[in-house]
């Protein structure tokens, strides 16, 4: 089995009414097709999750390197985007 992430909206105020907090989407190493999300939020966040897919980690500067990272919405942060590794 490989890798996989986890796609949270932690919050929305989403124009559309597309995207609901608490919403999630499991994406895996070898099915990364964008989920049921607009396709703004889809192309600001997709660098983010090949990164942590293929082992990438972040680094906050403050608290070292994670297996997450949170993104906001292109539209003004309208959605707040919370991305995981699972294992």
């Known amino acids: 089995m490989g ?6 909206i932690v919050e ?3 124009r559309s009414g597309f ?3 608490g919403d999630e ?3 895996d190493e070898d099915h990364t097709v964008c989920p049921p999300m607009c ?3 889809w192309n600001y966040a997709y660098p983010y999750i090949w990164s ?4 990438g980690e972040s680094d906050d ?4 390197k994670k297996k997450s990272n949170d993104v906001i919405c292109p539209d003004q942060g309208r ?4 991305i995981e590794v699972i294992e």
């Open 3 to 8: 890798r996989k992430v986890k796609l949270t």
């Open 12 to 14: 929305s105020r989403c």
């Open 19 to 21: 995207h609901r907090a």
């Open 25 to 27: 989407f499991v994406i």
């Open 39 to 41: 396709m703004e939020l």
């Open 52 to 55: 942590l897919l293929n082992g």
């Open 61 to 64: 500067g403050f608290k070292g």
């Open 79 to 82: 959605v707040h985007l919370h």
